[in-house]
């Protein structure tokens, strides 16, 4: 099939197209989707300067591959070291199981294979020839569950990484915000993607959050050294609290961290609430619109 892009400057359509058949050529997938794609440009002119234009394309894939093998960790560190001008998350999934989820009415594969930029495919054509229309009807209430049921354990984690703080084990205290984070991107992306990430990244989770919204990755990584330094303590944190012995952590950056993090638990609630609200309105409307064709 001829690789489809989208409209974009010239020289970042040429490598991306150029990444995307050197990821086809290394893994031999059956299909590739994008489901998210932003593009960030900054621009400067004036008199005593020359004009220059600097920007990055953050792209969210979907590769489908013809075994059940799940390849995510290798393939998305393929993508990492090769991909330079922005950044790409790709998740992987075997066509067979990606079959058995759309007949289960899975809003996150119908969704994509409905409306979704295909941009490769072995065969040239959409394999799964989808026909199936996602039923909404229990949209609402499988969301709503999974929100209470993260929100419930970030809550908790936070409870724990308080009493650590007050108690000046910070280092205990890192890791359990760093749980609190983990579990807010994962109640984000089930209930605005209806997806069901394994990931513990926390930047890939964060980055997976960009394909509904840039507020819980801006919230983090804000572009200042003083947010990355943060980050890159909350992310040592996952293994180094845990296994290491050496691993040790400041109360200001531990304070500092807590403040950023009850802020994330309280974008995260507002965050889902309102698209749980749009679910409801829209199951509504569907609702409405099948008894007006009684």
């Known amino acids: 099939m001829e690789l489809q892009f989208f409209s974009a400057f010239d020289r970042h359509t040429v490598d991306f197209k150029s990444f995307i058949g050197l990821l086809v050529d290394k893994f031999k997938p059956l299909q590739i989707f994008c489901f998210s794609k932003r593009f960030i440009m900054d621009g400067m002119s004036g008199t005593f300067v020359e004009n220059t234009t600097a920007y990055q394309c953050h792209y969210c894939l979907l590769m489908v591959t013809d075994t059940n093998t799940r390849i995510d960790h290798e393939v998305q560190d393929y993508a990492n070291g090769l991909y330079v001008d922005g950044t790409i998350t790709i998740l992987c999934h075997g066509q067979e199981p990606i079959s058995e989820a759309i007949q289960k009415n899975s809003r996150f594969f119908i969704s994509l294979y409905s409306i979704g930029k295909l941009i490769y495919s072995r065969d040239g054509i959409n394999v799964l020839n989808l026909t199936r229309r996602y039923d909404i009807a229990d949209a609402p209430i499988k969301a709503y569950n999974h929100y209470q049921h993260r929100?419930?354990?970030?809550?908790?984690?936070?409870?724990?990484?308080?009493?650590?703080?007050?108690?000046?084990?910070?280092?205990?205290?890192?890791?359990?915000?760093?749980?609190?984070?983990?579990?807010?991107?994962?109640?984000?992306?089930?209930?605005?993607?209806?997806?069901?990430?394994?990931?513990?990244?926390?930047?890939?989770?964060?980055?997976?959050?960009?394909?509904?919204?840039?507020?819980?990755?801006?919230?983090?990584?804000?572009?200042?050294?003083?947010?990355?330094?943060?980050?890159?303590?909350?992310?040592?944190?996952?293994?180094?609290?845990?296994?290491?012995?050496?691993?040790?952590?400041?109360?200001?950056?531990?304070?500092?961290?807590?403040?950023?993090?009850?802020?994330?638990?309280?974008m995260t609630e507002s965050m889902c609430e309102e698209e749980i609200s749009r679910l409801e309105k829209l199951e509504s409307k569907e609702i409405e619109k099948e008894v007006s064709n009684v």
């Open 151 to 266: 929100i419930s354990l970030a809550e908790a984690f936070l409870i724990g990484a308080n009493e650590c703080l007050a108690k000046e084990q910070y280092a205990v205290c890192t890791f359990l915000l760093h749980q609190v984070v983990e579990q807010c991107c994962i109640g984000l992306i089930r209930v605005f993607l209806a997806y069901r990430s394994e990931v513990h990244n926390l930047k890939r989770l964060l980055l997976l959050c960009n394909a509904f919204s840039d507020a819980p990755y801006n919230l983090f990584l804000s572009g200042t050294k003083e947010d990355t330094r943060l980050f890159e303590i909350l992310v040592k944190s996952y293994s180094q609290a845990r296994y290491g012995n050496t691993f040790q952590v400041q109360k200001q950056d531990t304070n500092a961290l807590s403040k950023k993090i009850a802020r994330f638990l309280e």
